[in-house]
DNA sequence: TTCCGACAGTGGGGTCGCAAT
DNA sequence: ATTGCGACCCCACTATCGGAA
């Protein structure tokens, strides 16, 4: 199959917006692959590379190459360039790789161009990714679309699925089944803004301490353990402390679901950023984990002794959690009868709260285990912060915010009388607000330099988030987590919003 | 007819590792 | 040694479509 046809079909898919018709545009292609074609076909079109990220860059893609006239490129030579380019590595690779995507570049078409550059940069924007593309599979080989979803949720990847399909019919999906050793997509939380609320739309539940660490996926074979994350990369290596719990446990083979959080000497748990700093270290192991060692705490189990769990209801997949591993190991939690016993919930996470945790996670106590799309069986409940800050500056919007001032510098007082950024944040606009903002910011500002407008400080805006973190990027040496906007403060002058110093006073444990 | 679940899009900060400067 | 870039961790929120109620 010719590039041109894929790149073709990925503008029509973005000039739609009616998702029927994306599918339809998809299934037809999908139609038309050969099956070699189709390993490659598929995860372009659902906006992903099979051979994943290339370390190629915008930066490097951004080089102007002149088009080829004629479209002549095939999906096959894309798919053989792009994996000699991922393969690249060493002194010279830079060179190497922005030469193989010159050479690339220059045998596409305008239109090929514009394409392979979003496929690249994982910028596609066709309003078509994995889900819309597990419909058109579904359509292109008359399979049952929750069947292709869960064999996906199984296989862990589109890609296989697809293969399998294309080239044996819906028939292949019964082979997808939860193997030991093999990672299956994560079961996700929803968001409830508070533990009534939750406990409201789930009836019985269980009430878990949400702990602030990297998710992970334990499989145990026998001798062999591999760890995943909550994207399926395989981090065993990285996490000694796990291996060794996993070969502990008084099972021969299973699947848990859980967390990896440090904890500090006297069991408080540590800052997520040292969390993630140890986990994400490769380079001498033994030595950070000595020095951070992580814990493995459970909250699920997928699979015990050749047993899938999956479909069991929750009470039943947590027993076999709880006989396989030992209290300290597994989260705390409480079950709560209903919403008479809201109450047991709203006390239980105070405590976790105390206890320095995140939040909470209410799971119904009869869900399955589910990546598939069934409503929302967990949902996480954590505190909200807000502050009164100053916009200081904005940035022009990308995509469908193209002309829009959307991104906002936000400032906190300071004593000498000016304001320090305390971090950026693009979120909980309406649109109506994001063309609001864009005018009253375009009356204030005082210069413009790139993306950046700078404005006068005069604009109040109530921002709401999730805590305090140290930063070496921003002057008071700490930035907002997950900034985002609740409402403009035109009633508050400048001079009445919140100072650095009540921001810090409000997040004692965390210091510059 | 109205409501609501699922999806895509729009980016945020931090840390690590590698190559280039 | 320091800097720049890319890959991955964590993540919230809104608009929209289309099926369910």
């Known amino acids: 199959m010719l590039l041109s046809r894929l ?31 189709a390993r ?18 915008w930066k490097v893609l951004s080089r102007p190459v002149p088009p080829a006239a004629e479209p002549a490129l095939t999906v096959r030579e894309v798919d053989a360039l792009l994996g000699a380019l991922g393969k690249v590595s060493g002194p010279g690779s830079q060179a190497e790789r922005a030469r193989l995507v ?13 394409f392979l550059f979003g496929l690249i940069t994982g910028e596609v924007r066709q309003g078509a990714l994995d889900a819309v593309a597990v419909e058109g599979l579904a359509r292109a080989t008359e399979a049952p679309p929750d069947a292709v979803r869960r064999a996906v949720m199984l296989a862990g990847s589109l890609q296989t699925v697809a293969e399998a399909l294309l080239s044996q019919g819906p028939e292949a999906l019964e082979r997808f089944r939860l193997t030991v ?7 996700l939380a929803h968001s409830a803004s508070s533990v009534a609320e939750a406990v409201e739309k789930l009836g019985a539940c269980v009430v878990e301490e949400k702990l602030d660490g990297i998710r992970v996926q334990v499989h145990r074979d026998g001798d062999t353990v591999r760890v995943h994350t909550r994207t399926l990369d395989d981090i ?51 030595t950070v984990a ?36 030992p209290e300290p190991m597994r989260v705390r939690r409480t079950v709560v009868s209903g919403p008479d016993d809201v109450a047991t919930a709203e006390t239980f996470l105070a405590e976790t709260l105390e206890r320095g945790h995140e939040g909470v996670v209410v799971k119904s106590l009869d869900a399955p285990y589910s990546a598939g799309r069934r409503g929302a069986s967990w949902l996480k409940v954590k505190p909200v912060h807000t502050l009164d800050l100053v916009v200081l500056a904005a940035e022009w919007g990308h995509g469908r915010r193209t002309g829009k001032l959307s991104n906002l510098h936000l400032g906190a007082r300071t004593a000498d009388g000016g304001y320090a950024m305390l971090g950026k944040t693009f979120k909980g606009m309406t649109d109506k607000m994001l063309a609001w903002q864009t ?25 709401a988030y999730d805590g305090l973190q140290r930063s070496t990027r921003y002057p008071a ?34 210091r510059p």
Do not use: C, W
């Open 477 to 510: 040496g700490v930035t907002l987590r997950f900034a985002r906007v609740v409402r403009y403060r035109e009633d508050k002058r400048p001079e009445e919003a919140d100072t650095v110093e009540t921001v810090l006073a409000a997040h004692p444990q965390v």
């Open 40 to 57: 490659i076909v598929i995860p372009y079109l659902a906006g992903r590379l099979p051979q994943g990220r290339l370390g190629v860059g």
């Open 290 to 325: 000595r020095e951070v060692p992580v814990s493995p705490v459970f909250f699920d189990a997928l699979s015990v002794d050749g047993r899938d769990l999956l479909d069991l209801p929750f009470t039943e997949r947590h027993a076999e959690l709880a006989r396989l591993v």
């Open 181 to 187: 050793g093999r990672p299956v997509l994560p079961m």
């Open 439 to 463: 005018e009253r910011l375009r009356e204030l500002a005082v210069e413009e330099n790139g993306y950046v407008v700078t404005v006068r400080p005069e604009l109040v805006v109530e921002i």
């Open 7 to 37: 790149a073709g079909v990925s503008q029509e898919v973005a000039a739609t917006s009616a998702r029927s018709h994306k599918i339809a545009l998809l299934a037809e292609l999908f139609r038309e692959a050969e099956p070699e074609d």
């Open 102 to 114: 010159g050479e690339l570049m220059g045998a596409a078409t305008e239109e090929e161009q514009r």
């Open 236 to 286: 065993t290596d990285r996490l000694p402390e796990v291996t060794r719990v996993a070969r502990e446990l008084p099972g021969e083979r299973f699947i848990l679901d859980g967390e990896v959080i440090s904890f500090d000497a006297d069991g408080r748990p540590r800052s997520f950023q040292e969390t993630a700093g140890r986990v994400g270290s490769r380079v001498d192991v033994a």
